[in-house]
């Protein structure tokens, strides 16, 4: 697994954390460097994704707001939502990373942590992004 992988997938579990739990994010990333090995570059991806999606909240929670028909964030689960902001954090401020890339690495990492439908949800809200942002379909 390539160390951007692990480090979204680090990012998740700490997001995750911080909106079920609501401490911290510094004590919530402590809490798991304690808890779990992480490598240096996947830390430092992690972090900065972390500290990205969570002081850009409001504006990645109305883009996911206006590309989710019929969904509000308070409906999505907790998994799918983080992944969702993570991806738009990425689309908006990680200029390095192709789109498409992120969009293939979260629905796969929405198959992997959320429901037997995340993967197709986050396809679809992603897609619409995508257009939004680029005025293109993501296909």
């Known amino acids: 697994m390539g160390h951007r992988r692990k480090a979204r997938e680090i990012a998740l579990q700490v997001l995750y954390q911080v909106d079920a739990s609501k401490i911290d994010v510094d004590e919530a990333i402590e809490l798991f460097?304690?808890?779990?090995?992480?490598?240096?570059?996947?830390?430092?991806f992690s972090e900065q994704l972390i500290r990205y999606t969570?002081?850009?909240?409001?504006?990645?929670?109305?883009?996911?707001?206006?590309?989710?028909?019929?969904?509000?964030l308070e409906r999505m689960s907790i998994v799918d939502k983080n992944i969702?902001?993570?991806?738009?954090?990425?689309?908006?401020?990680c200029d390095?990373?192709?789109?498409?890339?992120?969009?293939?690495?979260?629905?796969?990492?929405?198959k992997n942590y959320g429901s037997d439908n995340s993967?197709?949800?986050?396809?679809?809200?992603?897609?619409?992004?995508?257009?939004?942002?680029?005025?293109?379909?993501?296909n």
């Not at 460097?33 to 430092?44: H, L, M, P, T, V």
């Not at 969570?54 to 509000?72: Q, V």
């Open 84 to 93: 969702l902001r993570m991806a738009v954090c990425e689309f908006l401020y």
């Open 96 to 110: 390095d990373i192709p789109p498409k890339v992120t969009l293939n690495e979260a629905i796969d990492i929405g």
């Open 119 to 138: 993967g197709s949800f986050i396809n679809g809200i992603l897609d619409a992004m995508y257009a939004k942002l680029w005025g293109k379909d993501a």
């Open 54 to 72: 969570l002081s850009h909240i409001k504006e990645i929670d109305d883009l996911i707001t206006n590309c989710s028909e019929h969904w509000s």
């Open 33 to 44: 460097r304690d808890n779990f090995g992480i490598s240096q570059e996947a830390g430092e």
